[in-house]
């Protein structure tokens, strides 16, 4: 059932820069270490806090060096990340009571952190033109057996910038050669008729991957439209996860321990966000809504209120862009996420999970489920502060980003670990600190 190798793979980038930075670190670690640690601790914490930095200011991502340029954006990302990796570095050596109040030993970690970060960026850009760059692109080819079929989906895959698509009939494959392309896709091997399937067997067995529609989906999009699947699928290609397992166990205990710690540190926020909403126009400070969960067993959550009182009196509505009933605190509680944190009860009480597919309103819900096939199946799961709808789509505003955010869902579902909840944890935090995804599209 665990497939993680596939989205691992997808962000090989990313390893492949974290390692390149540890083993530079590593390398001026045993050169300075009498001059600059005293303590081998601080010197994997901050090598840790460097690559956090890191990655949440987007100096790992693919885009990080556009146009096979260093731009000023580059190097605000790298001081940014060194700037935040110092104060962490004066923070530990405090708390280990060993503050630096030499001055040579201030101007000594200066140095090896500008000899790091210079070194570091070098080899970013190295690794970005050597081996990034010269990675060959392959193109596929989309065998159109049932046209009508393929036709849902075939625009967004031509459009889509990663891939080069060809597409193909049946009698075109035949005198294509076969030798730059990835792979071929198929609807579903159901459609291919007889006498073809032998030449498929063929060209798969030179090397050529053969895939359905649904898998290319999954393994490259990291999603599966509902569209794509069938009701044999729901029960065959394991989308259930068995609640008693010991996957599931230990994601239970450690929500316990992790949502009380954050509830506890994030108490003065909510303390600050509750004075700030009853300043403003002396209204509730929390409200709560009905939400379906796991099973579709309705429990409340409560949150930080953010709109304005008795905004919704004339039944629910889809939130939207620049919504009139959002009041000003509520405008940066949303985008900061803070009006969330008193969910963690619900974390804590088994209601929701940390991670999992986001509850729905039953007004919205019974709506949904009418209009999207297959929607109920997220709730197999316990539903989740974040997910990995949430931090792969913004805010949901219509029905067709609820369908587009159950593809997240069912992706989630099928390929269901602690490695995947770690990532969507990674990207939550990389989420709220550059306050992303919190607005509708519309």
């Known amino acids: 059932m665990i497939k993680t190798n596939f989205w691992f793979k997808n962000r090989h980038h990313l390893i492949i820069n974290a390692l390149a930075d540890s083993i530079i670190f590593f390398i001026l670690f045993l050169y300075s270490k009498s001059f600059v640690f005293k303590f081998p601790i601080t010197f994997f914490l901050l090598l840790f806090v460097w690559i956090f930095n890191s990655y949440v200011l987007g100096r790992y991502s693919t885009n990080f060096f556009k146009k096979n340029s260093y731009t000023f954006k580059n190097f605000l990302s790298t001081l940014g990340a060194f700037f935040l990796g110092i104060f962490f570095y004066l923070l530990f050596d405090w708390i280990s009571n060993s503050f630096i109040f030499d001055n040579i030993y201030k101007l000594n970690l200066i140095i090896y952190s500008v000899v790091f970060i210079t070194i570091s960026d070098l080899i970013l850009i190295l690794l970005k033109l050597v081996i990034f760059k010269n990675k060959v692109e392959k193109k596929w080819i989309l065998l159109e057996i049932n046209q009508e079929e393929n036709n849902v989906f075939k625009n967004e895959i031509i459009t889509n910038s990663k891939f080069k698509i060809d597409c193909a009939n049946i009698e075109e494959l035949k005198t294509m050669k076969l030798v730059n392309f990835e792979g071929i896709i198929i609807n579903n091997a159901d459609y291919v008729p007889k006498e073809l399937l032998n030449e ?38 394991e989308f259930f996860i068995p609640r008693n397992s010991n996957t599931v166990r230990l994601k239970r205990i450690g929500d316990i321990f992790l949502a009380s710690f954050l509830f506890l540190i994030t108490s003065p926020l909510i303390l600050l966000a509750a004075i700030l909403i ?74 929701m999970s940390l991670i999992g597919p986001r509850p729905e309103r039953p007004a919205f819900d019974s ?22 709808a949430q931090v792969n789509y913004p805010y949901t505003s ?26 969507i944890m990674l990207k939550t935090i990389k989420m709220v600190l550059r306050i992303k995804g919190s607005s509708p599209r519309k």
């Open 398 to 423: 219509s029905i067709e980003d609820s369908e587009k955010k159950l593809s997240y869902d069912l992706f989630y579902l099928r390929n269901f670990s602690f490695w995947l909840d770690l990532l």
């Open 278 to 351: 009853k300043i403003e126009d002396n209204g509730p400070v929390f409200y709560s809504q009905e939400r379906n969960g796991l099973l579709d067993i309705p429990y409340k959550i409560w949150k930080l209120r953010t709109m304005k009182v008795n905004s919704e009196s004339k039944g629910p509505q889809w939130a939207s862009k620049k919504d009139p009933r959002i009041t000003s605190v509520g405008k940066y509680l949303r985008k900061s996420r803070l009006d969330e944190l008193p969910q963690l009860l619900s974390v804590i009480k088994g209601e």
């Open 200 to 237: 498929l067997k063929k060209i798969k067995s030179s090397g050529i991957m053969i895939i359905n529609l649904f898998t290319f989906y999954e393994r490259y999009f990291e999603r599966i439209p509902p569209n794509l699947i069938s009701d044999k699928d729901i029960i065959s290609r």
């Open 367 to 388: 709506k949904l489920g009418l209009e999207i096939p297959h929607y109920n199946v997220r709730k197999w799961i316990k539903p989740g502060l974040s997910g990995w």
